[in-house]
């Protein structure tokens, strides 16, 4: 039986080896294929362990009454277990999402272009439409909050085969998800944005947003947008959701049964009865798995290792449940962000339409083959379409020392779960051809003049103002990739418009001085979205257990009730990427342009480490488990 224990043990644990394996293959392509992401990025979405997926919960408090040796006939037990669950470590959460992002692992900086000694982290606020002199701090509180009711069936079927058994389980979830963010205004700013940066005319400030967090809600546009943000907000509310969150059925067979020690193999399914993911929040509270169909296999022993001469019914053991299995495709929401640009999905993109007047400089002339059609959107609501998700591989295995002495029984365990990276199955790696064309827009102007007689003057009474076509492919969550100070446009040719056949300077709608174009504008597609894997997910549990159980009743019919608890810890990138925890500066406007007191070093999309990026949830939870036990 020992040998048998160890193989068990060993099989199990291949479920955490294919988890911690490392995809990276070849550090020198990171940036090359649409799998890379950073072990320092922020990611779009948090899939969270399913309220339904917990072995430790089940193997508590009912080993007398499951898979039980010398039975002729049908038993079984029936269980209810209640529980609260809340997480901690909650930084790490914010990490997650944002990655580097956050200055001193805490807050984002949102500071507008002309900020001077603007920080390299910060995300630039004109894409937000705030003035190009506003600075603010915003942080964090996330926090994810559960209660759970697990009904658990369990069925010896021991009349028709020994070891035979059924399982039935159904848990009931209500949960609320709070990302909490709170602004801090730095400065407010009292620029206004010049003609033909967001629009033909100039917006003053009085009817730009108030603040970041005021555009993050989604309920507000400016300049040119005709929508505002609909997906990846950040909601300050409360975010809530109950239901099934899944059905599981399970077949098994102990075709090892004695008395001191089973052995037993067992396959399972899973229906999808929970929430799917809809993108519309950054923070959004998912009952269940995402709603993908599960099948898995898994096995289950126990050893009773000591146990009384003078009393049978004091004994302690080891009991082991493992499982393993995968995730089909679910069709879900998601958000992406461009390869190698964290978090970019919240810059602006411009949209574009056909050319033919718009040319590039003198001798060629060379036609734009698009130029601005006066709409801008957020990158994320173009970058936001359902995709069909997969997770390869999930384990969950628990391993718990169980002591017995007549009616009261102790558990005290340990939980490993774990999980590959999502799948995504799209046209990830080609062109997308839609009804609109978009660029990314970063800082570029949008809209020139020309004059009939070449007057350099924006005052000029024969100024026509036309669209241009400048991108800026490069630009970043940051702002525009920069030389030498200057904002860097795709492809620049001095921009001419063509006027009854003759090719007029395209000027500044503010200065004296010509504006350049792109010849050609460089257009977004879905291949240049990083649909590769998402984090995988590990974490790693301790729970207890003590339990009553009314045995000396003249019954058929035993109850039992006992009061458990877990402590669950997420095994993250957090550390590598974040080894301060310099959050006292949250509500305060002085961070340094630098931050030197954490490590910045990682998450370049060039630092090619072959850490695989993770994140899960750390938890701790509360429960009470009662049932009745039947021959």
């Known amino acids: 039986m020992n040998r048998a224990l160890k193989f068990l043990i060993a099989l199990a644990m291949l479920t955490g080896v294919s988890v911690y394996a490392n995809d ?31 072995t430790a919960r089940r193997i ?4 007398e009454f499951i898979n039980k040796y010398g039975m002729d006939s049908a038993y079984g037990s029936f269980t209810i277990a209640a529980e609260y669950s809340q997480s901690f470590w909650n930084e790490r959460l914010s990490h997650f999402l944002f990655g580097n992002d956050l200055v001193d692992c805490c807050n984002l900086l949102i500071q507008g272009s002309s900020v001077e000694g603007r920080n390299s982290k910060a995300w630039l606020a004109d894409y937000f439409g705030l003035p190009t002199d506003y600075s603010s701090k915003v942080s964090f509180c996330p926090k994810i909050q ?18 035979l058994y059924m399982r039935f389980n159904a848990p009931i979830a209500w949960t609320k998800w709070q990302l909490c963010p709170s602004e801090n205004t730095c400065d407010a700013g009292t620029g206004s944005f010049t003609q033909g940066y967001m629009s033909t005319s100039t917006i003053t400030r009085d009817n730009l947003p108030t603040n970041f967090l005021q555009t993050m809600k989604g309920c507000t546009t400016f300049g040119d947008m005709k929508s505002p943000i609909k997906y990846s907000r950040f909601n300050s509310c409360d975010c809530t959701e109950a239901g099934l969150a899944e059905f599981d059925a399970e077949l098994g067979w102990n075709f090892h049964l004695e008395e001191d020690h089973t052995f037993g193999l067992y396959l399972f399914a899973s229906a999808p009865t929970g929430t799917r993911p809809n993108a519309v929040n950054i923070f959004e509270p998912i009952i269940g798995n995402g709603k993908h169909w599960e099948l898995g296999g898994g096995l289950s022993g126990s050893w009773i290792f000591w146990r009384s001469e003078e009393h049978d019914s004091r004994y302690m053991g080891l009991w082991l449940d493992a499982m393993v299995a995968t995730q089909f495709k679910a069709e879900q929401c998601r958000s992406f962000d461009f390869k190698c640009k964290p978090n970019s999905r919240y810059m602006l993109l411009e949209e574009l339409t056909d050319a033919t007047l718009l040319t590039g400089q003198p001798t060629e002339y060379t036609a734009s083959t698009y130029q601005y059609a006066a709409n801008l959107i957020p ?4 970058s936001t379409f359902q995709v069909d998700v997969s997770i390869p591989v999930y384990g969950d ?13 102790f558990d005290l365990g340990y939980n490993f779960w774990g999980r590959t990276g999502e799948k995504f199955c799209n046209d990830c790696c080609s062109s997308c051809s839609t009804d609109k064309v978009y ?28 669209a241009i076509a400048q991108t800026q492919s490069t630009a970043t969550i940051h702002g525009p990739a920069l030389v030498n100070s200057i904002p860097q446009i795709d492809n620049p040719e001095d921009g001419y418009y063509t006027s009854n056949n003759l090719h007029k300077v395209i000027y500044s709608l503010v200065t004296t001085g010509t504006l350049q174009t792109s010849i050609q504008p460089v257009i977004v597609n879905k291949s240049m979205l990083n649909l590769g894997k998402s ?24 109850p039992f009730l006992g009061i458990g608890g877990e402590v669950e810890f997420s095994l993250d990138n957090y550390n590598d990427c974040c080894c301060c925890d310099n959050c006292n500066s949250c509500n305060s406007c002085t961070t ?5 007191a954490c490590n910045t070093s990682c998450g370049s999309c060039n630092d090619c480490g072959c850490n695989s990026p993770r994140g899960a949830v750390s938890i701790w939870g509360v429960w009470i488990k009662g049932g009745l036990s039947f021959d």
């Open 379 to 382: 990158a994320v609501n173009w």
């Open 397 to 409: 295995l628990s391993l718990k020392f169980g002591a017995v002495r007549e009616n009261w029984s």
């Open 146 to 163: 559960n209660a759970i009711v697990d009904l658990d069936l369990f069925v010896g079927l021991d009349g028709w085969a020994k070891g």
């Open 60 to 63: 508590v408090g009912q080993q």
């Open 24 to 54: 990276c293959n070849s550090c020198n392509s990171c940036c090359d294929d649409c799998s890379y992401l950073g072990e320092c990025d922020g990611y779009p979405y948090l899939q969270a362990r399913s309220q339904g997926t917990n």
């Open 592 to 596: 340094s342009t630098t931050s030197t």
């Open 439 to 466: 660029a990314i827009k970063g800082s570029s102007v949008l809209y020139g003049r020309y004059s009939d007689t070449d007057d350099k003057s924006p005052q000029a009474t024969d100024n026509h103002t036309v």
């Open 535 to 558: 984090p995988s997910s590990i974490t790693n549990k301790l729970f207890a257990n003590i339990s009553y159980a009314w045995k000396d009743r003249e019954s058929n019919w035993i």
